[in-house]
């Protein structure tokens, strides 16, 4: 089998991805509550910012400690790189496996509904011409002209 | 291979379904009484709270039932006008009557929540609504998009002059539902947002209520399924992106021909979605 650079990029784009997505992570965590309520708890006690928001304010009447929220939200970045990281992963997996669909020349003699894609809206059955006819023949009528185009 | 693929996604389907502990859909907690300021909870909010697990079964019943009409109608007596009734029924009831929840789609959520925190408990029915469709297509295909899914549903009523989408940007646009699930997965594993209960587009129409920039998203998905064919599902349903797995193993196929093909290509030339493949020449096989 010969290897392309096309392939060998498509080979290397799992590892790239999941790089992107580690680091990437750290971004994408700030939409949990506890990690955007750290991070607004900790400008607010660096005094980069003036009063409090509803969040921070409940946060500081339910006594709980700074540290511990902090710890939760780099727990949860923990979480949030090695997520995204395997997200990158399965991106990369989808893209080859989409690439290599694409690339492979499967032999038809006949047209063929696409399994995977068909919505199971039986709109093709009335173009059909072999339907028509099967419809004629149950009903004992002549087949009719199909209808308007979906 | 088929067969064991089948079988594989089958026991992944259960597995996946039974460890989402299932719980009781109950009302511990009666709504909060606004009698200071006199607030009024938006009656959508309010019917839901009602007799929710009443609700439940009915609404697994009326999802049983939708199912298996469509497969009869798809399979046994292929006719598109009682797949048409049956999708209309369904956008009636799940969406503009118990506008849009539960959904299959949103569904992927809970069940990742459940699997990932012990502590969260899935609802029966959200489990229900996850696996049915699912187990479904593993014998008969996506029969739920096609007689089911409201939010295919109201796309295929403004269907208008469908368009072909060429293939050098359908092959694309055909990993995003593989990346929002991947994503949808991610965000409610850590227990963040539910971003496709967030970002749907159809649901704040079903409920007429909701932010602006959904309404104006909705409407531009509306617009343009006017001419692309289903291009919220086609392009974008993370529920999707798991049919279409387990649909390529499904034990009964969709045929458009009940028995020999003509090759007259109608059917490619009706199909709004692009679902049919065309014969290959010899020449096109070889390289």
């Known amino acids: 089998m010969k290897i392309t650079p096309r392939a060998l990029i498509l080979a290397a784009l799992p590892a790239i991805l999941a790089s992107l997505g580690y680091f990437a992570g750290t971004g994408l965590a700030r939409s949990h509550r506890d990690v955007a309520l750290a991070d607004r708890v900790a400008l607010e006690v660096a005094g980069q910012v003036e009063g409090r928001t509803d969040a921070s304010k409940s946060f500081h009447l339910s006594g709980r400690k700074v540290e511990e ?5 780099a727990a949860i970045e923990r979480r949030f790189r090695i997520g995204t990281a395997l997200l990158g992963i399965w991106c990369g997996l989808v893209i080859c496996l989409k690439a290599v669909g ?3 020349r499967s032999r038809r003699t006949e047209f063929e509904v696409d399994q995977g894609h068909c919505l199971s809206c039986a709109r093709c059955y009335e173009y059909c011409p072999r339907e028509r006819l099967r419809w004629a023949g149950s009903s004992g009528k002549a087949p009719q002209k199909p ?3 979906a | 291979m088929r067969k064991a693929l089948f079988a594989v996604l089958l026991i992944a389907v259960f597995l996946t379904g039974s460890t989402a502990r299932g719980a009781e859909t109950i009302q511990r907690f009666p709504p909060p009484d606004f009698t200071e300021t006199n607030h009024q909870i938006p009656e959508h909010i309010l019917s839901s709270l009602q007799n929710p697990s009443e609700r439940s079964v009915l ?7 939708t199912m298996a009409a469509t497969i009869y109608m798809v399979f046994y007596g292929r006719t598109r ?3 048409t009734a049956v999708s209309l029924a369904c956008l009636l ?3 503009f009557w118990r506008e849009g929840c539960v959904c299959p789609v949103g569904s992927i959520q809970n069940i990742t929540l459940g699997l990932f925190d012990p502590s969260y408990a899935v609802p029966w029915v959200v489990v229900a609504f996850f696996a049915i469709p699912l187990v479904a297509s593993l014998f008969y295909g996506r029969v739920f998009c096609g007689g089911v899914c409201p939010l295919g549903t109201i796309q295929d009523v403004v269907l208008w002059r469908p368009v072909k989408v060429p293939r050098w940007l359908g092959e694309p646009l055909g990993i995003l539902p593989f990346v929002y699930l991947g994503a949808a997965v991610l965000f409610a594993a850590t227990n963040s947002i539910f971003i496709i209960c967030s970002y749907d587009p159809f649901v704040p129409i079903f409920r007429l209520a909701g932010p602006l920039h959904m309404f104006l998203v909705g409407g531009g998905f509306l617009l343009l399924g006017m001419f692309v064919g289903r291009p919220y599902c086609r392009f974008l349903c993370p529920y999707g992106a798991l049919l279409n797995i387990t649909a390529r193993v499904s034990m009964k196929r969709v045929t458009t021909t009940p028995d020999e093909c003509v090759v007259c290509g109608l059917c ?9 493949l065309r014969p290959t020449d010899e020449k096109e096989a070889e390289l």
Do not use: E, N, Q, W
Request: hydrophobic letters at 40%.
């Open chain 1, 69 to 73: 929220l902090y710890t939760s939200a």
């Open chain 1, 147 to 149: 209808g308007k185009k």
């Open chain 2, 268 to 276: 490619d030339d009706s199909c709004p979605f692009d679902c049919i």
């Open chain 2, 93 to 95: 009831y799940f969406g």
């Open chain 1, 102 to 104: 694409a690339a492979r």
């Open chain 2, 59 to 65: 609404d697994t019943l009326v999802l049983l039932a």
């Open chain 2, 81 to 83: 006008k009682g797949v």
